[in-house]
């Protein structure tokens, strides 16, 4: 009640106008209502305010539509994008007679599983990381007809944009073949919008934030410090909102598409793990890498379910084009120390307290909430029946001969395939209802019809192959 009573003498104080309650969806859209300030008592913020479940997909029938939207009263922040003052809140839908999570709603499955840590293992926090990638383009477009369809795409810093006429001058300076990954200025020309993303997350919270150039042109990357599982993937949420806005301030546009430009590296979304107890490393040991036992059964665990976790880490069709065999990127699920062509590594850390499990499969198009659960609870499964991972991979997977390829467990090949490895491969999720079956079976029946949405359009590569046929 005093937290509730302290936040509305706060919208007073602040002069706020709107509040948002904000909310993700099954694929990890973010979504909003909007509330003028003036009706915003601590009542309303201790009961939350109704929606219309019906109208967010894969959520209710029409015929029992209503659904309460309950404010998390610490998770408050000021927009600092929107014209009129207003107060962001982050949002659980819960269910209208009982106040009891809703078992589709995304963050409240990942609440629960952190509230359950303790009782499924020795652990007492999970404590998270996050590396990750985007894309900005100067000029976007894209057509869909029925005789026409396709995508443009623009940038300055493009190995197509050397004979572009500018209004400016063609500034020349861009990245080399091979050459893009922590590029400086003048071949950078994203840096200020990195700066400014990064200012604006430190004003949010953000800590041991980081940012540079990706490894191809238009592609950037930022990182951010560690917290909860809850924390971080509301984190995530709030960096994707940062870093479209940014980008349309600088008139460009963001993506966190992991495939969007052809022959080129994506990008992904790194996550580093670890688990805690009364404030001592549970990762920490005197094994393989100087990890623990648990450490080992929980890396076990996430490789046993790969196949399944892919429906939540790689959730696109374009997340294959990334995980393509013979790409620079982790195809085979398999763990090694320091090595950035396995699946799971072991990043270096020179003293207990950083000892973490990094999975470099992921990518940023990923449901935060559904994604991170995820992969805990699939640790979590490896540490309760104890697996073994098998041996490390000390060695440059990339560069692997077929033969040697010849029977190692690959991460899939396309979404389809991954929604059925969920289908058959989901007891470490939904054993207690820490994501209910009900979300699983939801989430498949919305990514299916992404699917079928996108085998009955015709692409430009059928056209080169098949139209002289």
Not at 77 to 83: E, K
Not at 195 to 204: A, D, S
Not at 356 to 383: K, Q
């Amino acid at each position: 009640m005093a937290e509730a009573e302290a936040l509305a003498a706060r919208i007073a104080d602040e002069d706020v106008r709107l509040v948002d309650l904000r909310f993700t969806d099954l694929v990890g859209r973010w979504r909003q209502t909007s509330l003028d300030a003036a009706r915003v008592d601590p009542a309303l913020l201790r009961r939350g305010v109704m929606i219309d479940g019906s109208l967010v997909p894969g959520w209710r029938d029409i015929a029992e539509s209503d659904l309460l939207l309950r404010p998390d009263l610490g998770s408050a922040f000021v927009d600092p994008f929107a014209a009129q003052p207003t107060l962001v809140l982050f949002a659980d839908a819960t269910e209208p007679g009982t106040g009891v999570g809703y078992e589709r709603d995304p963050r409240s499955g990942a609440v629960l599983a952190e509230q359950r840590l303790r009782d499924l293992t020795e652990a007492d926090a999970a404590v998270c990381s996050i590396d990750l990638g985007f894309f900005v383009f100067d000029d976007v477009r894209v057509e869909q007809g029925p005789l026409r369809a396709g995508f443009v795409l623009e940038s300055s810093e493009s190995r197509t944009a050397g004979s572009r006429a500018y209004a400016g001058g063609n500034p020349g300076h861009r990245p080399a073949f091979g050459g893009a990954h922590l590029a400086m200025a003048p071949t950078d020309h994203f840096g200020d919008i990195r700066g400014e993303i990064v200012t604006m997350l430190q004003g949010l919270g953000f800590a041991e934030l980081r940012h540079e150039h990706g490894p191809t042109p238009c592609q950037n990357r930022l990182a951010f410090g560690t917290g909860g599982l809850v924390e971080t993937a509301d984190r995530l949420q709030t960096l994707r909102y940062v870093v479209h806005q940014v980008a349309r301030s600088y008139a460009k546009s963001a993506t966190f598409m992991p495939k969007p430009l052809v022959d080129e590296p994506g990008a992904s979304l790194n996550v580093s793990l670890s688990l805690w107890r009364e404030g001592r490393p549970l990762f920490a040991g005197h094994g393989y890498a100087d990890l623990s036992p648990t450490a080992i059964h929980f890396i076990a665990g996430i490789l046993a379910h790969g196949r399944a976790l892919n429906a939540f880490t790689n959730p696109t069709t374009n997340s294959y084009k990334r995980l393509q065999t013979g790409t620079d990127e982790p195809s085979l699920l398999a763990f090694a120390a320091h090595n950035r062509s396995a699946a799971v590594r072991i990043p270096y850390a020179d003293e207990p307290v950083k000892k973490r499990v990094e999975v470099r499969f992921p990518d940023p198009t990923a449901n935060p909430y559904l994604a991170l659960t995820a992969l805990l609870l699939a640790g979590i499964d490896g540490i309760e029946r104890r697996l073994e991972p098998g041996d490390a991979m000390d060695r440059n997977l990339y560069d692997l001969r077929p033969d040697e390829l010849e029977g190692m467990p690959t991460l899939c090949r396309d979404l389809g395939t991954a929604l059925d490895a969920l289908g058959q491969d989901h007891a470490f999720l939904t054993r207690d209802e820490i994501v209910p079956r009900a979300l699983v079976e939801a989430y498949v029946d919305v990514k299916r019809r992404e699917i079928d949405f996108i085998a009955r359009r015709p692409t430009a590569t059928e056209f080169e192959l098949y139209y002289g046929l």
